[in-house]
């Protein structure tokens, strides 16, 4: 006895759901007034200049670095400030009043 052969159903062409992907247009980040020219979209403070932010409702994102801004402009990052040296004029009170511990510690052992 021979086997059958399975039919097989062919399917329809698949219809694609949301929308297709635009190229990125370079020509709308800047806008040329005269010899003037103006960037619409703001850099990345953390990657440096080359790097976009997307604009979106409410926010500002970098793709690479995923850094995000709330609210219109982006900010640089915050960097630690190195403590500057006291100048020797102006002291605090708790300096001074150790300058003079150590000093009557150092005429007293001359003493003895």
Same mark, same amino acid.
């Given at each position: 006895? *021979?086997?059958?052969?399975?039919?097989?159903?062919?399917?329809?062409?698949?219809?694609?759901?949301?929308? =297709?992907?635009?190229?990125? =247009?370079?020509? %709308?980040?800047? /806008?040329?007034?005269?010899?003037?020219?103006?960037?619409?979209?703001?850099?990345?403070?953390?990657?440096?200049?080359?790097?976009?932010?997307? =604009?979106? %409702?409410?926010?500002?994102?970098?793709?690479?670095?995923?850094?995000?801004?709330?609210?219109?402009? *982006?900010?640089?990052?915050?960097?630690?400030?190195? /403590?500057?040296? *006291?100048?020797?004029?102006?002291?605090?009170?708790?300096? %001074?009043?150790? =300058? *003079?511990?150590? /000093?009557?510690?150092?005429?007293?052992?001359? %003493?003895?």
């Amino acid at each position: 006895m *021979a086997k059958k052969e399975k039919k097989t159903r062919k399917k329809g062409k698949r219809v694609r759901k949301g929308r =297709k992907h635009e190229s990125i =247009k370079t020509n %709308k980040y800047y /806008e040329i007034k005269g010899e003037s020219l103006k960037r619409n979209r703001e850099f990345c403070p953390r990657c440096g200049p080359g790097l976009w932010l997307s =604009k979106h %409702k409410e926010r500002l994102y970098c793709g690479k670095c995923g850094y995000t801004s709330i609210g219109g402009k *982006a900010k640089p990052p915050e960097e630690s400030k190195p /403590e500057q040296p *006291a100048e020797e004029g102006k002291e605090n009170e708790g300096e %001074k009043e150790e =300058k *003079a511990e150590e /000093e009557a510690h150092k005429e007293e052992g001359k %003493k003895d």
